[in-house]
């Protein structure tokens, strides 16, 4: 049984981490921490684990001393901090902040607008997104785990990239998603259900989202060529969700079927990736790891339009990240994540 | 591994059983029958199974032959004629229509304005509530499956019944539901989106509504006296979730600490309920086959108020069925059942 | 034209009050008052008013000097010290706060743990319900304006208590509200988009909460006699809507009809008050002054149940209080308040 | 008094035109007619009227005889049937179909895949957007109302087209819509409230809504050049609002203070347009007739993002239409539209 410990665990990556995790049959958390609630039972933080008897402990490194693995839930700069000792002490380390994101630290600072602090561990970390890295997560120690928009945007372009069907320039990324996404402690009146619901909005438009760079960089290692994309994120009134509706011109023309069979070709062995007749439903994959794809050819236009849909906190975070561990570990990929979504 | 057929299989109650299903280590699905998607995979039906291989069949009795355990997500009439062959072909069923949930056939036939057509068999059938007939289920081959607003509410008013605390007349039910309590294919205006959001109102006023008899009968059954009582269920803007609000005059004073431990001492060995210290959410549950249950004592009108939260498709239909089913073939009763709420 | 002053802007009563106003033929909010926003275009407190040209003041007194009729959106405290040099300068003043509800102060303090502290003023002040107190209103100078639930709860029994019909201490009333009853500035996790969505809870069960004893003092009034009630809020996802489903036993048997007839007699001349043959629907009162009304006994247990609706923005609080202003300027009653309810 | 009739008075449209005309002071429905419930009282339709004396009629010509101005609600093929007996008789007509908006027939026929049947009076109809065609429509007597979408659509992009900001074949126009965009008689399974909610999906991707034909034809005439562009629909779980976010490559750098000058100065004596310093909120306007707009320059890939919202059911088609109504009868053009957006 692998001793799993999760550092900032009351939070929404937390609890999701936990909730996977009830159902892993190789795994089991040992050590959960908490800033706020350290001492509690976990049913203090998260009512659904009323029945648990886990207790948080303390938010620091001595409470996950002896796990086999540690997922950070942390900021950034503390992610930094305490990633390197944990892996000296022998645990592997997903990280879910984006501190090991990127292969430059230099772009990191740029996005971040600030200087990264663990240049020497950024250069042995592995971009979590199995669908792209999978042999190199299998024998890393340390896992950058890709956020919400960014793995529903790669994963709609990948295949395009891949097979040099666009003008790369041309990709805008529409992103829609649900409120869980700004994280339980970014509290602000406009996430008051009486303002935030019937509401939708677009927030940093202009091109400085952070998670540009990422889907940028990761789209130029496919495709092999530099390029800078527009991203556009949304919020919308509903609670789990991300929809990236992608935007690309076609090189040459090409028809949507054509298309189809690229990314289906490209998909076809992953268990938790699905390219559908028809169009992505964001509902049909909440609570699950999966990653739903449809796409279309404006023939007008000549553009290709990718959408993708996933849980932001499943695919877009906790679920990918068990998957990551799953390689990490040896085990089966989809080990204790076959959930199928909620419906209705 | 046990063979499970399921009935119905593109409504909610039988949406939800695969859902819950596809996590269960000693049972499979081996066939899943549909009038409407007959020879269609599944995932038309739910898209959250579009990854699924299944392939939907006829709707009768030869697509489930063979199978372990039949659960029948059928209308009423359409179980009476089901039940009877299937457990002579040697299954075990599990029946989600109102059917056998009644002990006497005249109390059916007064509630459902009906007359019960099978009522040798429903001699034998079990109410299938494990936390009043756990034994009884064990060994039972015919079990008629609760319904949500019954499941919360008996759960709820069980431990006063028994220990004798009420003046049973005086018991008044406030039931808060869910739309997804309406079924899948029950589809009017009310049910569109655009109306539904944003409101709430009260239906079935005036103790109409056919879920009393049966919260009746298994109350009577604990206190051991006649008694009426009025039960007036609500729908909001959600799509899971059932609270009941439980009022009731003490017949003598009693603190709301002692009612506690009345409550706690009643449900102590229970997996699958949960006795708060404070007040119950629905969403703690959604996803879950947990109930919990908070109360307070209103001392100026000496009345008990006891509010339970469930979730109307888990410990409310398919969990429930899935912990009866557990039981009968001699499994560990959580077996499958472990899944957490989905939070947010 | 009745030269208007608001303080307390900022909060949703304010907001609303602005939003009734626009549409005024005979009175203009000359003044609004924010802690918050002092010296901001109301613009940047209420994006939908964007387009108006009012400024906040600071939150004081001189703000509103010259007003004909000021509306105090304030904490009590803010009020009962307001009200009086208010009135001395010859406004009118329309109390959002409780200040001024209460008809003996022993009872304010009783339910609000604190001493009143303007006790002359609150002889003078008139409960502001004109469906109760119309002619008192007429000649009033200083409103005690009701809130949400007390106004759909007394409404819905009102007619009954008058006609005697009830066992008063039998009453129970199930109270449904929507989040922004909860306000602007009480900002809470549990009000967090992500984890209210998609669910419903009850809160201070036991009697405690603070709109009982004004429920209590109305309807006593109406039918002479000493009792006590038990009332029990509950929240679920939407975002305005109050429904109030209250129960009694029946003194003696009669027929649903027979009270509705008694009803609709009530309120025969109530423009903002319909009752209906069927049940009300919270979202047809939305955005309205309307309060909906529907009815029936439940013969198995002899208890009459009346449920009721109204925005609790609306008529709960901002409507109600301008047909209070009415009144006391001799306008036609329903002058600027015919908006009908946003449907859907 | 100015008197009005709808046909298909039952629908969103015609509700949402009986809810702005309760408070227009100049006009007054005298007729309102539909099939569904021909002789009933508008109560039946819509319980947000249930104070209303109005009655339904049935949907014929002779129901609206003697009205000085008639609202279409109805079927494109109706709308072409009914809009020249209309005219004939003296009635000025403003439709809400698709029947009058396109200039040619031929293209009308290319969008809608069914020839024009009313081509000569298509010929005298002007495109009822008074920001564009305001002098027109004073002196128009049949109205082709633009949609929701197109509404969005063309304001947020009007002033970039017609200053020559864009290379107009990059533009992209990725749409938000709430449900009641989809009708209420339009009612699948997609919609019911259970699997519509926490939802959010693409459709009609790929070039084929119908709107995109309108929005180009208008953007066309401002720019005095041919282009196309890609527009792509999103439904969200909300009930009103529309959110167009429009990106189009821009001739030439330029800094979005100065774009915004150019927007403010477009807009600068419209009423109902506001160019927002921060970017909008669909909310913002429901209920209202407003449009909001917010826009923003991503540098690094030189692309104008220009934001819009509305209310779909408000400026984007009663409100419109009633502002239309008001330029065609010499009114004052806010008259009986300045309410307030719900909020919250």
Chains 1, 2, 3, 4 share one sequence.
């Not at 400085?208 to 290692?221: N, V």
């Not at 849980?311 to 089966?332: E, H, R, S, V």
């Amino acid at each position: 049984m692998i001793k799993v410990g999760i550092v900032g665990a009351s939070g929404y990556g937390g609890g999701e981490l936990l909730r996977w995790f009830a159902n892993h049959p190789e795994a089991k958390v040992v050590a959960a921490t908490s800033k706020t609630y350290a001492g509690e039972p976990i049913g203090k933080a998260f009512g659904s684990l009323a029945h648990s008897d886990l207790t948080l402990s303390d938010d620091d490194l001595s409470s996950v001393a002896g796990c086999d693995v540690v997922f950070l839930g942390a900021s950034d700069d503390a992610a930094m901090c305490m990633a390197g000792p944990l892996l000296k002490a022998g645990a592997k380390v997903i990280d879910l902040s984006a501190s090991f994101r990127f292969r430059e630290c230099d772009e990191y600072a740029r996005w971040y607008k600030s200087e990264h602090k663990a240049a020497t561990l950024n250069a042995e970390a592995i971009y979590g997104l199995p669908e792209l890295h999978r042999e190199e997560i299998k024998s890393a120690n340390l896992i950058g785990n890709p956020g919400c928009y960014v793995t529903a945007s790669i994963l709609a372009l990948a295949p395009a990239a891949k097979a040099g069907l666009l003008d790369l320039n041309s990709i805008i990324i529409n992103g829609i998603s649900g409120v869980s996404g700004a994280g339980r402690s970014k509290f602000c009146l406009d996430y008051h259900f009486s303002e935030m619901n019937e509401s939708a909005w677009a927030y940093k438009v202009g091109g400085t989202h952070r998670h540009t760079g990422e889907i940028e960089q990761e789209l130029k290692a496919l495709a092999g060529e530099e390029f800078k994309l527009t991203f556009t994120p949304h919020i919308v009134p509903m609670t789990r969700g991300v929809l990236a509706t992608c935007y690309g011109s076609l090189k040459s023309a090409c028809a949507a079927e054509e298309v189809k069979e690229i990314y289906k070709s490209f998909y076809k062995a992953e268990p938790f990736v699905q390219v559908l007749d028809g169009l992505p439903i964001t509902k049909h994959t909440v609570g699950s790891n999966h990653c739903h794809i449809g796409l279309a050819v404006d023939e007008r236009t000549n553009r290709l339009i990718v959408v993708s849909a996933i849980d932001n906190l499943g695919k877009g975070m906790a679920g990918q990240a068990i998957q990551n561990m799953n390689l990490m570990f040896g085990l089966p990929e989809t080990t204790g994540l076959q959930a199928v979504a909620l419906w209705p």
